[in-house]
């Protein structure tokens, strides 16, 4: 049965909302023997068994109803049967399933709408997973998906781009597609995804919605938690007619968890190379989001002091014609109307002296200052901007707040402060060779203001 929301307006278009999602399951093999299974699922070794094969399934089952999307792109299937046994369960009509020959696991897609045509992507050379490109038949839309599980972390990351480059040629023009699935691909500037895809934390080509997250993670190992698994939308489900992205709707499913809010995985002894314990689920959390036919309307544009007057936590805040004025290794400035406010870690990089429309989507106050750590970029508009016309002028100590750039700091070091006859402040840097010695004039141009503790710093470090 399909469930959604279904409602005529007046003038007379069909609003309607379709949810989706991807999760890679973690291995689920059945107690068949096959040839191509890892050693650990071969029945007899480690405890695998009929038993332990149905309690993998049915804890999968389990994620899967709670999820309870309409179309879902799954990863780490053993076989189509698994697929059948899986929509069989799950009462999804409609499902479709790859896997070349010499791989352990393959990709299937589950769900309540038709599927149309449907190819494997072999990737380069053959050795690795295929993509599985599918059509689905939305009350008179057809929309692409591309699911993906790409070489692991361990092997070179040589072997990804040659996989992004398989899939950049195939969905050129295909601006009505998404590319969801396990990509093996961490989140920012240097991923391989943003390499061949272009900036994907921009609205204005293929756009990845982690950036609208304060929490960008899905996959944790032993403590290293990465967004390995993504959904990433193409131009016409962000702006055009019919189904949009629903602003807002993306979301980590992490109700299977441990108590420290880690996926709760299928679990094995001896640090996961003992025998299969019967407990746990996926060392992935799934993701999901709305696709919708109604309107979706960007908040009015609002003044940059509303960031600072705005509760801590998530909000929805569009800010137009922001300059990145200063940019540095964890972070940025963007200012406006002469003053600034501070970006820590957004999971990309901006360059200096772009001028951008953003949306932001979380604060954060940190020993007193105030921080934007997650927002996406709606527009880069064409002319850069001048990084100076928003800082503040020399030794403007007093006006200065945190996220604040001076233009110029001058005068003498005293106990850990610059000192000038305008005011003094306090110096910090990471590096302590960076700074200045007791007694020393010193004069230094662009300066972020920093806070900690309550009280404000000039921050001595390298930026662009």
Not at 46 to 63: C, H, I, Q, R, Y
Not at 65 to 89: F, G, K
Not at 311 to 333: A, R
Not at 442 to 452: A, I, N, P, T
């Amino acid at each position: 049965m399909i469930r959604l929301f279904l409602v005529w307006c007046v003038c007379g278009v069909l609003l309607f909302g379709v949810s989706l999602g991807t999760y890679n399951v973690e291995n689920l093999f059945d107690a068949t023997h096959q040839g191509s299974e890892y050693e650990e699922y071969i029945p007899g070794k480690f405890g695998w068994d009929e038993a332990m094969a149905k309690k993998k399934f049915d804890n999968t089952l389990s994620v899967i109803r709670a999820l309870d999307v309409d179309i879902l792109a799954l990863q780490e299937v053993e076989n189509e049967a698994l697929m059948h046994a899986l929509a069989h369960a799950l009462s999804y009509p409609y499902s479709v399933f790859t896997k070349p020959s010499h791989s352990a696991t393959g990709v299937g897609v589950l769900s309540r709408y038709p599927l149309g045509q449907s190819r494997a992507l072999p990737l380069e050379g053959g050795r690795w997973r295929e993509m599985l490109w599918v059509e689905v038949y939305i009350n008179g839309e057809v929309l692409e998906l591309v699911n993906v599980h790409w070489p692991s972390l361990r092997n070179p990351k040589e072997e990804r781009l040659k996989a992004a480059n398989v899939l950049k040629a195939f969905v050129q023009g295909r601006e009505n597609s998404i590319l969801l699935g396990d990509f093996n691909d961490p989140l920012g500037p240097e991923s391989v995804l943003s390499q061949t895809l272009g900036r994907l934390e921009v609205r204005e080509g293929w756009f990845d919605p982690w950036f609208t997250q304060k929490e960008r993670w899905s996959h944790d190992f032993f403590g290293n938690k990465q967004a390995l698994d993504r959904i990433i939308l193409g131009q016409g489900l962000l702006r055009g007619e019919g189904l949009v992205l629903e602003r807002g709707s993306f979301e980590v499913f992490s109700r299977f968890s441990t108590k420290h809010g880690s996926p709760l995985r299928w679990e094995r002894r001896n640090k996961g190379k003992g025998v299969h314990v019967g407990k746990g689920y996926s060392d992935h959390f799934p993701l999901k989001l709305t696709l919708t036919t109604a309107p979706q309307l960007a908040p009015k544009p609002a003044e940059s002091e509303a960031l600072f007057n705005a509760k801590e936590g998530n909000v929805s805040l569009l800010l137009t014609g922001m300059t990145v004025m200063y940019v540095h290794d964890e972070g940025m400035v963007l200012g406006k109307d002469g003053r600034g406010i501070y970006v820590y870690k957004p999971g990309f990089v901006l360059e200096l002296g772009e001028v951008v429309d953003v949306w932001v989507h979380a604060l954060k106050t940190f020993q007193g200052m105030r921080e934007i750590v997650a927002l996406h970029v709606e527009k880069i508009l064409p002319q850069k901007g001048d990084i100076y016309a928003h800082m503040l002028p020399k030794n403007a100590f007093e006006k200065a707040r945190a996220g604040d750039v001076l233009r110029e700091v001058e005068g003498v070091v005293k106990q850990g402060r610059l000192v000038s006859k305008e005011g003094s402040m306090r110096i910090y840097a990471k590096h302590k060779e960076r700074l200045p010695k007791e007694g020393e004039h010193v004069r230094l141009e662009r300066v972020r203001v920093g806070m900690y503790g309550g009280q404000k710093e000039l921050m001595l470090e390298e930026r662009k």
